[in-house]
């Protein structure tokens, strides 16, 4: 499956190092090379310690690499763009602000003027099915709900990439699927390019057209994996199963030749 879609992220030979306890320079990714395409939905799929979050933050210009080269559009990544959103696990509302509000923010942040901001976050509300919740406060939600905000508020501001990390990990597994409907629906109405961050094999088999498996000590891509069914797929479809037990595999086999790896 070839994407002909152009390159929109360029990952080459980048490695990243963090001081350790002892000040020496600890290797938390090596050698990551990757090139995710415009629409695409790519997944970054490993256990906890494998450098997801590292490897998300350098393409979102929340860090720099140590080595090797990274860029956007052709454009070279050293900070955080205003084009490109990222949502995290603790949905990052504003408690004083109600929920239209926290969704009007991030256009106001863009100079938006406050009529077209206020239509812009309702249409955006209309689009996660919370418009009857407008006047409503973070606190008054469940925590699905919460992160329905979170996605309402990044999705108003139009960006070209989300990059999302664990962001339905605190969910229970029935509001998870439906958020997942959710943004698969949304990825195809609006097609931004979106990389997914996740330590859960079927959440990046159903999400991901692509899934990246990395391995820990020091993170590494061990395997890319075209998922190739129809998105979304029924969640008991054969194919979905094959390639979970195909990803189980990539897992073990790390295992079996990294004695650190842990699952
Ligand atoms: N700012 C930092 N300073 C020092 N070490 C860090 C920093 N950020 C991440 N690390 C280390 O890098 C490794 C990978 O972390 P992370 O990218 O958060 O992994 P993941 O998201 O896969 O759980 C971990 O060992 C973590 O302790
Ligand atoms: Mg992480």
Redesign the pocket.
Known sequence: MKNENPVKIAVANVSKS??DARGEQ?A?LVDINLQIHAGEFLCLL?P???????LMNLMAGFENPTSGILTIDGLTVDRPNPKHITIFQDYGLFPWRNVLDNVILGLEAKGMKSKEARAKAEEYLELVGLSQFARSFPRQLSGGMKQRVAIARALAVEPDIIFMDEPFAALDAFTRYRLQDEVLRIWQEKKPTIIF?THDIDEAVYLAQRVVIMSPNP?RISRVINIKLQKPCDRGDAGLTAYRGQVFREFELAHETNSEYII
């Open positions: 963090f001081p600890l938390v490993g906890s310690g494998c450098g997801k979050t590292t961050v993170g």
